[in-house]
Nanobody
Framework: QVQLVESGGGLVQPGESLRLSCAAS????????IGWFRQAPGKEREAVAC????????FYADSVKGRFFITRDETQNTVYLRMTSLKPEDTAIYYC??????????????????WGQGTQVTVSS
């Protein structure tokens, strides 16, 4: 059973940055596309970012484009989400997912096979 563990969430002020990590145990992430979803209270779950395994092409939701950056480190079996210029509307639980495929679709639709437990990000002054 693949386990994904997110870390790095917390409380920050608007304009600040955070880096989320997604580490995998019992399986490698290198052969799969990895993504981040978020869900805020009362809102639908939103795909935020995705990174492919082969060419490392990426997808970003319009709401985070230019502020969030997804990377992967195969040596650490970890995927990162660097979040900059954070806004109160970025407040949500962020989930790491492993896709069934090795690539990210251009629309951001993912076929999530495994989910992490989530990490809370709160942006507030």
């Amino acid at each position: 059973q693949v386990q994904l563990v997110e870390s790095g969430g917390g409380l920050v002020q608007p304009g600040e940055s955070l880096r989320l990590s997604c580490a995998a145990s019992r399986a490698t992430l290198s052969m799969y596309a990895i993504g981040w979803f978020r869900q805020a209270p009362g809102k639908e779950r939103e795909a935020v970012a995705c990174i492919s395994s082969s060419d490392r092409s990426t997808f970003y939701a319009d709401s985070v484009k230019g502020r969030f950056f997804i990377t992967r480190d195969e040596t650490q079996n970890t995927v990162y989400l660097r979040m900059t210029s954070l806004k109160p509307e970025d407040t949500a639980i962020y989930y790491c997912v492993r896709d069934r495929r090795y690539y990210c679709s251009g629309s951001g639709v993912m076929e999530a096979e495994y989910w992490g437990q989530g990490t809370q990000v709160t942006v507030s002054s």
